[in-house]
């Protein structure tokens, strides 16, 4: 049914229309479609300006625009150009509307009076809107970069890299509700819709903090400082950089000064713990071999021949494995054979990357890995933790040697110190671990969601109008 304004109300067979995803809103198929061409004054280019690297007008380009408005920086570029040029904007083009063409089609920013004074670049098209529409200028700014638009334009657009989009694509923009009191009311309400998104948009940013923080690395590194008891030593002694040095006591096999850690604000170390080093919690050490000419095959019976590259996550990783006669695996390298909790380290290349050997792995090592087969008073998982923490690297990295490629050798790694704990606090950590490293993964479903949330309830909106559980949907991922 039409408006008294000649515009079209959005279909009632859309009003039920299941949200789960922006694709199934194909807004170009509505019937009796108000197109973005009737709020259209008209449109210009702008001016490449090509070989001006100074001059009095600043240079607005597509990276400037953002759907919150153009963006300043430092690098921007001033340029030199008639002052009568449709590319430099004046006062009677606050309200209307910049949009990129062109690498990053599709970004709309509105002209405020900041931009008076300023040229835009020729992949820039400056769309001047009819007067009467110009008060509900913010609804329609974030409307043509919702996400049913902005999929729209992704149909639509051609070109290369990024895409282009030109005037007769803008014109043909279907505008949904385009009455003048849905407008208003559209105009008025967007404030609180604005400050919901930006409430989502920093829990984003404060996940995204938190997931930059948790590294895998820095996890390790947190537990063992907690479960060790890590304490600040008021005394002061020498250190280089951020790196923690252990003070061997042959006499009492105890760190000479227990062991340091530094960070930025405090020297952190651990309390006095009995230290033994690795050979004292191994039963068997062996080194792999090759690759050779004549160990490879592709035929059964084969067995994975373990290379740096596949050890991954404490584990091993068969993307991309290689695989080893059974002549060679039984014969030759007999002495290396994997089995279930053997603990596996690079010594060459890439060093001090470990795994743990699953149960059912039937497999080998090459040159670059040696294996060591355990003792009962320590679980192979804690080693691994503790060789992959800063407490174990530093060890590892200075004992390396070499200029193009580093190494070490058995005897260094049988000779790192590992602070000697019950295997109740071993699995402590090794749970610990797990829990944390799961959150890892859960940063990326929960921001997910957030977006989802964010774009579901434009949608909402635009469709519908404001509610206040516009952006209330239901969240999978756990708390973080």
Known sequence: MKSSYGFIDFKEMYN????????????????????????????????????????????????NLSKDGVNYYKEDKFVNTDDDNKAVITKKDVGDILVSRSRKPGVFSQITEKEVGKVFGSFII?????????????YLVFYLNSPIVQHYLNTKKSGGVGGNINQRIINKIPIIKCNFSYLKKQQTNLPLVKSEIQKLKKQIEYINEKKQRDT????????????????SEKSGF???????????????????????????KSKKVFKSYQMKKVRQYVKYVARGDGPRTGFYTNKEPKFPFVRVNNIIDFTIDLTDIKYIKKEIHEGKLERAKLKKDDLIISISGSIGEVAVI???????????????ELNKSIEPMFLALYLKSSFGKNQIEKSSI?????NINTNDVLSILVP?????????????????????????????????????????YILHGYTEDLFILPIKGGDL
């Open 16 to 63: 039920n229309l299941d949200f789960g995803s922006t694709e199934s809103l194909k807004i170009e198929s509505f019937d009796n479609k108000v197109y973005f061409r009737n709020l259209i004054e008209d449109m210009y280019y702008g001016d490449s300006l090509k070989g001006l690297d100074s001059g009095a007008y600043r240079y607005i380009n597509i990276t």
């Open 126 to 138: 400056k769309i001047e809107i009819k007067d009467i529409y110009k008060p509900f200028i913010d």
């Open 216 to 231: 895998v690395q820095n996890i390790i590194d947190r537990i063992f400082k907690q479960k060790l008891s890590v304490t």
């Open 238 to 264: 020498k250190y280089e950089s951020r790196f923690f040095y252990n003070k061997f006591n042959e006499s009492n096999d105890r760190l000479g000064f227990k062991s340091i850690y530094l960070d930025n």
């Open 358 to 372: 699953p149960q059912g792995f039937e497999g080998n090592i090459n040159s670059a890995i040696i294996k060591l």
């Open 402 to 406: 070499g200029l193009g490629m580093n």
């Open 420 to 460: 000697d704990i019950c295997k109740e606090k071993q699995n402590e950590i090794i749970v610990q671990y797990y829990k944390e490293k799961n959150n890892i993964g859960n940063f990326d479903l929960k921001i997910s969601e957030m977006n989802e949330k964010i774009e579901i309830g434009t949608d909402k």
